[in-house]
């Protein structure tokens, strides 16, 4: 039985590393940015309080994922945000390897599209290394959520974690891989 290759890895092989060496003059193959890993978390607030909220919330990440969520407690007291040690804070997922590409897959041709009043994604997640990082205002826009056990409306941080260094090169890899993003507007004043 043989198994298939993620079709954005096959693109990101085939047309964008390609793309990526001609564009940015690129003579070594190594020194071409790649996806590492894509790290999802969601923090819990309120329903951190409520047992049963956050293990729903949790499973309904891993289902998002693909793999199984861990769950992130607090190491420390915080009186302000009524908050013990130990208590539940939220859950995490690194996703890397094919996992990732098939995450990355859904999450530009299934569940982008579904955002209501979408504009695209903003080009100011990047930070200054080549990573970046977007959130999602709830987790009913993927395809795995079935909307009737949808107990609590939940957003997510997403972050991209790149090879390379430079964010004009990582906004070029994502936006080779179809990542939607907004074209960047020049500042008032520039020349």
Partial sequence: MSKTEPRLKQKYRDEVV?????????????????????????????ASKNKGMAESLAAELSLIAGQRAVICRAKTAAATWKLREGDTVGAKVTLRGDRMWLFLEKLVSVAVPRIRDFQGLSPKGFDRRGNYNMGLNEQSIFPDIDLDKVKEVQGMNIAFTMTGGNDEH?????MGLGMPLKKLTPKKGAA
Avoid: C, D, H, Y
């Fill in 18 to 46: 390609p793309m990526l060496r001609e564009k940015f003059a690129i003579e070594n193959i190594m020194a071409v940015p790649q996806l590492k890993k894509i790290t999802l978390n969601m923090g819990f607030g309120k």
């Fill in 170 to 174: 990582s906004r070029e890899l994502l």
